[in-house]
């Protein structure tokens, strides 16, 4: 073999490789907005009100991208959760301090959560403050679970397999 077909077939062996990294990410990246389609959120303020529109994922959540006192994570909607509930390790990250600790219902039993307040929780144009919340030490995950300490100060509307989040403004 002549050094220029050992040069064109090392082109070929590394424009394969990079035709599968490219396929790889294309691919990964049609998975991941199928699993979390509110990456980017729908968000409008109409007159009195500021509106988000989430879409299910493949499972039948609705995940949304917002924020907790200025730092992004991800939120798991569930009207099942009395608070917000924060995984410990996202609450460390958050710079959330633990307060009193309490047992917690879960579906999944009893468990020890420590209270905290949120100072600011925002999801699109919806901006809420001093937000009742738990960490939970022993939630794994990579999704805040938004429940009703922040739910019941909005109202939402479910209907199809988009979620509706609306805040009035006083």
Known sequence: MSRAQGIGKG?????MILMMIVATRFFGSISEKRQHPNQVIQS??????A???LQRNRQGHYLARGEINGISTDFLIDTGATDVVIP???AQNLKLKKGRSSIARTANGSVKVYRTRIDRLTMGDIVLENVAASINPGMQGQAVLLGMSALSQVEFVQS???LRIRQYYQ
């Open 11 to 15: 082109m070929m062996a590394v424009g």
């Open 51 to 53: 509106q988000v529109r």
């Open 44 to 49: 409008e303020i109409i007159a009195d009100q």
């Open 88 to 90: 410990v390790g996202i």
């Open 160 to 162: 199809g397999n988009e």
